[in-house]
């Protein structure tokens, strides 16, 4: 039996957003709803987001196909915008099978009813689909250096190949405030050991254009609003290694910084490869969607 939370709606528009209990689903369904939008908030489990008008939550594992077929006939949304994914890159090697099913035949089956009920859309990938040399521009070449990295470029070419009408949006290494039930991010890690005087160490050889989550949300407003097709880089415009994130979060704190401790990557190695030199430019979102993220001292002090 799907479970559904009713709330009332002030907008026309319903947009179904899958993985509505993760980080970034959790931020968006409520900004949308608050813009007025009707949000069709589907995930796992019991809701995590805040009761309030605009949103109807539907608990579903989204490999479910007749009850997720069944969603769409009862909301006919005019866009969907799919956050689920499995991320974790470590899972992914892992778990092929598993990860296959969740990242591209999950994406096949929603971009199948999109297609059926005329709904525009977007999907949300990953600078996990590039490999070193970052930053880079949309039409950058992919070169994934791990599984998880090559499920999403799947996910992606079967959008771009299937979709009647869609956008890609890849963001980077999100962060914003947490909300209820979230796992704390990196920035609130720094933040909880340094507040108990841990020593921490952090590397310096990677860098990111980690992206703020508020200025995505208002990223995929503005797409969602025009309706444009195609790939758009909405991340930050800082690129910044993780050591100097943790030092620009011991200072918006006013916490010790000398308890963070510069390393490289050598210290803690990995089973799964990532890239060091990574991260996405962001001139085509800026041209075409007047899209302007915040800096991460700026991101920061929103955050925490």
Known sequence: MIQV????????????ITGANGFLGQHLSLYLANKGFKVVAVSRGEAKLPLQKNITYYSLEL?????????FLQTTPSIVIHTAAMSKPDECAAHQDLCLLHNVRVTENLIALANQYGSFFMHISTDFIFGENGPHAEDAIPDPLNFYGESKKMAEAHVTANAQSFAIIRPVFIYGKLLHG????FLHWVKHKLEAREKIKVVTDQLRTPTYVMDICKGIESILQQKKNGVFHLAGKDIISPYQMAIIVAKALKLDESLIEPVNSDTFPETVKRAKFSGLRIDKARLEL??????????????L
Not at 182 to 185: A, D, I, L, Q, T
């Open 5 to 16: 939370l009713h709330f009332s709606y002030n907008c026309n528009m319903n947009i179904l």
């Open 63 to 71: 490999t479910d196909v007749s009850k997720l077929t069944a969603i």
């Open 182 to 185: 979230m796992r704390p991010s």
């Open 290 to 303: 007047g899209y302007e993220p915040v800096s991460f001292e700026e991101g920061v002090e929103l955050s």
